[in-house]
């Protein structure tokens, strides 16, 4: 089994995660959170899309693979992921032996619906010849049918790196597919897929100078904190019609401290999915360290 820091070496940070700055004074509520998370010897990540509140608390602020590379790293027992329900599923699927639990076990992600396992499976029995690249916004089991994961960062590489002699099957955001068809000149199917939400991804992809910034407000949060002298606006655009992901919203404060003091919602897969499923993770990380 290959090991992440085998594949990405010390000092190269190719999934950057931060560390915020707490509060200099927090609430009763945050100082309970912090205690109980000493007490249980945890770690806390927050995605870049979580309220600020949150992402104040946490260790690492990130996105969902570094965040999950981070908490492979960790020697943290327990793993508080306040993000959606398929990114605490990653951070599992790489530390099988921890505890992970998320504060809203209903934090989905439309994407993720949009490609049930079961209708996969079939769809892949069609044709023997397909290479299954999945978007890492999928559920465990959809990982597991997988060849290869990929992020929004690196769908171009992975997909250069596909075998010439398959037949590519893009799932499940069918625009960042078609996106990377263009870019790569490298036909696939696309799985009919799309975020309710598009679009963080365009907006960060702009190579524009002189763009209002139109993203998710926890983004919003991480900039301004991160540049404190610039000014933000936040913004609709033509690619991002909502400003807000409902479900990465779903997590509060005090559904964080209910999840730390209850130890519960967790997440459980079979030992056969999580095996099954680090497979195409890792071969993305190889690829991504060539
Ligand atoms: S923004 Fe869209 S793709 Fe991202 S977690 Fe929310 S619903 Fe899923």
Not at 154 to 170: C, G, T
Not at 188 to 209: D, I
Not at 247 to 260: I, P
């Amino acid at each position: 089994m290959i090991e992440i820091a085998e594949v990405q070496p010390p000092g190269v940070d190719r999934f950057p995660v931060r560390t915020p700055t707490p509060p200099a004074q927090p609430d009763a509520l945050s100082r309970e959170i912090l205690a109980l998370k000493k007490e249980l010897n945890a770690v806390i990540l927050a995605h870049n899309y979580q309220v600020p509140e949150i992402q104040d608390l946490a260790d690492y602020v990130g996105d969902s693979l570094g965040l999950s590379q981070q908490a492979a790293k960790t020697n943290a027992e327990v793993i508080v992921f306040c993000g959606v329900h398929f990114m605490a599923e990653t951070a599992k699927i790489l530390n099988p032996n921890k505890i992970v639990v998320l504060p809203d076990k209903d934090a989905g992600c439309s994407l993720e619906e949009s490609c049930p396992a079961p209708k996969l499976e079939a769809f892949q029995a069609t044709n023997p010849h397909f290479y299954t690249i999945t978007y890492i916004n999928c559920s465990a089991e959809v990982k597991a049918l997988s060849d290869v994961i990929c992020t929004s960062g690196n769908a171009v590489k992975i997909v250069q790196a596909a075998p010439q002699d398959r037949d590519l099957l893009f799932v499940p955001d069918e625009n960042l597919g078609a996106w990377v068809m263009e870019q790569t000149g490298r036909p696939m199917t696309l799985w009919r897929g799309n975020c309710y939400e598009k679009m963080v991804h365009f907006c960060k992809r702009s190579p524009a100078r002189a763009i209002i910034i139109a993203t998710e407000a926890g983004m919003l949060h991480r900039l301004k904190k991160e540049c404190p002298d610039k000014t933000f606006i936040p913004a609709p655009t033509e690619n991002c019609r909502c400003n807000e992901c409902r479900f990465m919203k779903m997590n509060t404060l005090e559904k964080l401290y209910d999840c730390m003091a209850s130890l519960e919602p967790r997440i459980e897969l079979s030992t056969q999915v999580m095996r099954r499923a680090r497979l195409p993770i890792e071969r993305m990380l190889e690829i991504s360290a060539r």
